[in-house]
């Protein structure tokens, strides 16, 4: 296997123990730089382990550095706690070198977060995922299949959203020109879909009891989710990433 | 001992909450190896009846059940859940919801991966070997969601045939196909039938696609009287005679449409005349829904011009209440307030919808749902009426029903057109038909010169009606 392909053959619930780890560590770290570091190292590992389509994640990007930037601005106005050194004052606004440090922690805090989820959403295959929960960490075969039926349900409930929308151009709702009256009408469109997806909710989950489905658990997988070395040495890898950025942060702030 | 595998004495069933039985003291019995069909309209328990029989009921839906089922000699109670399931494999009707996983293969692994008890390597033979003994080999890796009706009705017989069932149950397993691709898939289910030698029962409203291939028919409706190589018969319309007058009242000229950079419609002329019923058939996906919401101004047309005496046509979906907007019967009649009291009133004693005015349109049967659409559009003021596959899964009755609604609506002077697969109602009730095929109209012929053209018809995926197959020529 090419090493540009690891990432995306990880075993999605380990891949996921590790990004749920990380965050919960990161989360007790309030300088500036575990989180800038783990985000930097988030993205040459992705660099190395995945063959990541660098356009996509460039825009979703996008609103989390608004977000970021959001985070760090009220954090430096709106700061509860203004004791320590003052950086510099501006028509009666100042700020300290604390206040200074909390705001670049929780704005770079967003990035690294964001980095991991996008880490985690970009490379794993949702089926995947889910078979895998249910093989590795034991989840119940009644909630897998049923996460499962509702992802094959996307698509057609697309469409029938497109259908009621066009139905409704008929009746004159939805050309509205004001956009709350547009808003407003979500509201119609809704309990068709509702009505609807009970009814088909019901007729899958008969069609899967008359093939002997009955939620117990299941013993032999015809397409098991290996569990190898490959994915010991990235989580591995991904943790000593984590504790270095917490060492590297402690040390230098 | 008797041959019979499936056993009713005396079986009543009523839902929690019904007060009445949907059926009281049912008997009959099942022998291997036939072909059974449960035959009977809408709503008259025979879905029940087969739910009964893979054990899906009464335990998912606390029905209250009488009498006695007896399943390959055993007491039906006796099974554990999931255990007849192997012996008793059904398909139900709508493709669109029975399965769970994205492909083929992984949709047959999760059946095997239910009982179990087989091995990765058995699981592998067996979807092979199913697979090639149904001629699905070539679909084995092929998304599911991609497949046309027609084959992911195929792709869930494949999943119940997996186990090796002894009985295939089918609900209406016609009901969403097209009708040449519905012929296509009884005659695939025959040879299947004949080289495995299973029991198979159908529930079913009509039979006019079937042709000879049921050996017994249970008559569910009243008295569950049986009949040995029950023949199909089509729906029998009553003779119409046209109320088309001279006045054109629509004109749709050289319509075409892109959408996306995709030529959907090309150059679509059509001229509707006052009081006409005109048929626009044609395979799934050539364009047929497409011209009807270009021409009712859903969608915007690329070229040509649209004429109308008055509003643009009335659009009826194939699910009427996408349409509905309000929670009451009668403001939905009065939604747009184009029509004066009077006019109301008047359409809503005609279309019968005095007695259901105060319901909440969702609660109202099928049937009352078109009517209360066809009421909204008619308040509108719209001349034409477009309906889209208002036959598909509507047994006898509905058709007629619907029948007469569009006579009567035709009488009045309203214009109709109608997409249908359905070439017997078609028949009945068309002043002209309309083909189209791959976006472009492919021809206009009046309903005495069209049914016997066989090539033109199969080749726009269509059946000629079945009372009128023979004696075309």
Redesign the interface.
């Known amino acids: 296997m090419p090493i540009k392909m690891w990432l995306h053959d990880m075993n999605p619930s380990m891949k996921f123990i590790v990004v749920i780890v990380s965050m919960l560590t990161l989360a007790w770290f309030f300088n500036p730089w575990t989180p800038f570091l783990f985000f930097i190292g988030i993205i040459l590992f992705q660099a190395v382990f995945s063959q990541l389509n660098w356009r996509l994640w460039g825009l979703l990007m996008i609103p989390i550095a608004f977000t970021a930037i959001g985070y760090l601005w009220t954090t430096i106005v709106f700061a509860a706690d203004t004791s320590g050194e003052i950086l510099f004052s501006w028509n009666g606004w100042t700020v300290t070198d604390q206040q200074w440090e909390t705001s670049l922690s929780l704005a770079f805090r967003v990035f690294a977060f964001s980095a991991m989820s996008f880490m985690f959403a970009l490379t794993t295959d949702p089926v995947k995922f889910v078979m895998s929960l249910m093989q590795q960490l034991r989840l119940s075969p009644k909630l897998a299949y049923g996460v499962m039926v509702g992802y094959q349900f996307l698509p057609v409930v697309k469409e029938e959203f497109t259908q009621i929308r066009h139905s409704h151009r008929l009746r004159g709702i939805g050309a509205e020109k004001q956009k709350w009256k547009r808003i407003v009408g979500i509201k119609r469109l809704v309990i068709p879909l509702l009505s609807s997806a009970v009814r088909r909710a019901e007729r899958a989950a008969f069609a899967m009891e008359a093939r002997g489905f009955t939620g117990e658990k299941r013993e032999v997988f015809y397409e098991p989710i290996s569990l190898n070395i490959r994915d010991g040495l990235l989580s591995v890898l991904l943790l000593i990433l984590l504790i270095g950025c917490c060492l590297a942060g402690w040390r230098l702030s | 001992m008797s041959n019979s595998i499936i056993d009713f004495n005396e079986v009543s069933f009523r839902f929690p909450e019904d007060l009445t039985p949907i059926f009281t003291g049912v008997s009959f019995s099942i022998d291997a190896g036939e072909r059974i069909v449960l035959f009977g309209p809408s709503g008259c328990g025979k879905s029940t009846l087969l739910?009964l029989m893979?054990r899906?009921y009464p335990s998912?839906c606390d029905g209250i059940l009488d009498g006695s089922i007896t399943l390959f000699h055993k007491d039906a109670v006796s099974f554990k859940?999931?255990e007849i399931?192997?012996k008793i494999?059904?398909v139900?009707q709508?493709p669109?919801?029975?399965?769970?996983?994205?492909t083929v293969e992984?949709e047959m692994?999760?059946?095997?991966?239910?009982?179990?008890?087989?091995?990765?390597l058995e699981?592998?033979s067996r979807i092979t070997n199913t697979l090639s003994t149904l001629g699905l080999t070539h679909l084995r890796k092929a998304t599911?969601?991609t497949l046309s009706g027609g084959m992911k009705q195929r792709v869930?017989t494949a999943?119940?045939l997996l186990?090796e069932p002894e009985v295939l149950l089918l609900d209406e397993p016609l009901a969403h196909l097209d009708p040449l691709t519905a012929r296509q898939y009884v005659e695939w289910l025959n040879e299947l039938q004949v080289s495995k030698s299973m029991t198979i029962v159908v529930v079913e409203h009509r039979l006019d696609l079937w042709g000879t291939f049921f050996t017994r028919a249970i008559h569910v409706s009243g008295s569950f009287l049986t009949e040995d190589n029950p023949v199909s018969s089509a729906v029998a319309f009553p003779k119409r005679s046209s109320s088309m007058e001279e006045e054109v009242i629509f004109e749709a000229h050289q319509i075409s449409i892109s959408i996306n950079n995709q030529r959907l419609l090309q150059n679509i002329s059509m001229q509707l005349h006052r009081g006409e019923i005109a048929v626009l058939a044609g395979p799934n996906g050539c364009g047929k829904s497409t011209f009807l919401?270009t021409i009712?101004?859903?969608y915007n047309k690329s070229e040509g011009s649209i004429n109308c005496v008055g509003h643009l046509p009335?659009?009826v979906?194939q699910?009427p209440?996408?349409?509905?907007?309000t929670q009451r019967v009668s403001d939905e009649i009065r939604?747009?307030n184009h029509s004066s009291n009077e006019q109301i009133s008047d359409i809503m004693e005609r279309l019968l919808l005095d007695e259901i005015q105060d319901a909440h349109p969702?609660s109202v049967s099928h049937g009352q749902k078109r009517r209360v659409v066809i009421g909204?559009m008619l308040a509108?003021q719209r001349p034409v009426l477009l309906l889209d596959e208002p036959t598909s899964g509507q047994d006898e009755s509905a058709l007629l029903e619907l029948f007469y609604l569009l006579d009567l609506q035709a009488k009045e002077g309203i214009s109709i057109l109608i997409v249908t697969h359905d070439m017997s109602f078609a028949k009945a009730i068309a002043d002209t038909i309309y083909l189209m095929k791959d976006g472009e109209l492919t021809g206009r012929f009046d309903t005495y010169h069209f049914w016997n053209q066989t090539a033109l018809l199969s080749d726009h995926q269509l059946v000629a009606p079945v009372g009128d197959y023979s004696y075309a020529y």
């Open positions: 739910h893979n899906l998912n859940p999931g399931n192997q494999a059904t139900f709508d669109e919801s029975q399965f769970c996983m994205p992984q692994a999760f059946t095997l991966e239910n009982f179990g008890h087989i091995s990765r699981m592998e599911i969601q869930a999943c119940a186990m919401k009712c101004g859903i009335g659009y979906p699910s209440e996408h349409l509905f907007v939604f747009s969702f909204a509108d």
